[in-house]
C-alpha cells in the first residue's frame, strides 16, 4: 500500500512518530458499528485470567470482527458523469431489471449493476454519484443466499434514491443475504452527499445493486472485482 504523501508546510516525524504513521496508514480504521463486535470479546479475552483457551478465543474473535468491520480510505476518480462502485466484491449481473416497487419509481426496466459481497470483503457502502437523497426505503423480506438473482426482489433490503445535480436519478439497494441480519443506513431524505462518501453497512455477507438512467453507459461485466468508491461501473448520459 503507498503511503500518502506528506501536505506541503508539514513537519516530518521522526522515529517512533514516523513508525506510528506508517502503522495507521497501512491499517485500516474500523467502522462505529463493529466496535461492540469487537469490545465484546476482548473483554472476554482480558477477563479470561489463567484460561488461556478463553483468551485466545477472545483475541482471535475481536481480530476477525476488526477484519470484517475495517473501513479503509478511498479516493473518487475526478471525471464528470461516472458512477463508483457503491461496494467492494464481485460482479454478479449486468443486467436491466425494474427497481424496487417500494420506491413507486415505476416498472421501466433501468440498466442494473449486482455486486455480491463475500463474508471477506469490506462490507460499508459508498454512494455510486454525488447527489442529494430523494428517497429512502426499507423492504423486509426473506434471506436467500445473496448470489442468487432472485435476492434482489425477495430478501430484506434497503434501498436509496440519489438525484443528481443534472437531475438523473441513481439508485442504490443494500440487500440482505444468507448470513446478514442487519442493514445500516446512516442518510435520510434531503441529504445531500458526496462521491464515494461512505453511507451505510451490512453484515456478514450480502449484496448491492445500482440502478441506472436510461441510457446510462454501462462500463463492467460479470465476475470483475470492485472497489468501492473507486472502480468505475458506468457513464451517464450527459
Known sequence: MARRPTPPGTPERTGLGHVADLVKAAIPPLHPAGLPFVAAPLAVAVLGGRRRWLRRTGFAAAAASAAFFRHPHRVPPNRANIVVAPADGEIALVDTAAPPAELNLGDTPLPRVSIFLSVLDVHVQRTPVAGTVRAVAYQRGQFKSADLPAASSVNERNSVVLETAS?????????????????????KVGDGIGIGETYGLIRFGSRVDTYFPLGTQLLVEPGQRTIGAETVLAELKP
Not at 437531475?167 to 445500516?184: F, S
Open 167 to 187: 437531475g438523473q436519478l441513481v439508485t442504490v439497494v443494500q440487500i440482505a443475504g444468507l448470513l446478514a441480519r442487519r442493514i445500516v443506513c446512516d442518510v
